[in-house]
């Protein structure tokens, strides 16, 4: 229970100290998704945390008030409105703990949107975005949203999600 705290408390400190600062005006190449849509997320609640072993990367995943509600009341489908948005982190070890690991540097933020009347890709209902830290900034990705679409369809019986709500206490 410690350190599932301890995980929730990091993630908020990070999330937290993210820029205000506006979002760039870009778009998904092939959606139109702008990163402006996501706009105030560092103001929604963390529902979980993820490590990809592959990308070697820490994830906090955020969901707007909308996605909050449903995904802790564990309601699927997800209602129109939902935001979910992914935050990946690269790590480094910890200075103050060498046995721990810390968030490092913003790899990309990522999100996906529920909105039937403009998205339906397999049934889904879900429009997918993703920005990639370059240098200062970010660029959408440039291959566009198909590998978000194709990864989520094997949890299509799960509205598309791979997270659940991870309770603190």
């Known amino acids: 229970m410690l350190q599932r705290i301890l995980v929730f408390s990091t993630a908020f400190l990070f999330v937290s100290s993210l820029s205000a ?5 870009m778009k998904m190449p092939d959606n139109g998704l702008p990163f402006k849509m996501i706009d105030g997320y560092q103001d929604y609640k963390i529902v979980a945390t993820h490590w990809r072993i592959d990308k070697h990367e820490l994830r906090y995943v955020l969901a707007n008030p909308i996605a909050y509600d449903a995904i802790k009341a564990k309601k699927l489908p ?3 409105g939902s935001k979910m ?3 990946g982190w690269s790590v480094k070890p910890m ?3 060498p046995d721990a690991l810390e968030a490092d540097t913003l790899q990309r933020i990522e999100f996906m949107v529920k909105d039937s009347k403009h998205f339906d890709q397999n049934g889904d209902h879900w429009g997918y975005a993703r920005f990639v830290k370059k240098g200062d900034g970010y660029v959408p990705y440039a291959k566009g ?3 978000c679409v194709a990864c989520h369809a094997s949890v299509s019986q799960n509205d598309y999600l791979f997270s659940s709500f991870q ?3």
Do not use: G, N, Q, R
């Open 21 to 25: 600062a506006p979002l760039p005006d």
């Open 85 to 87: 948005v992914k935050i």
């Open 167 to 169: 309770e603190t206490f």
């Open 95 to 97: 200075a103050a703990y």
């Open 78 to 80: 997800m209602p129109e």
């Open 145 to 147: 949203s198909e590998e």
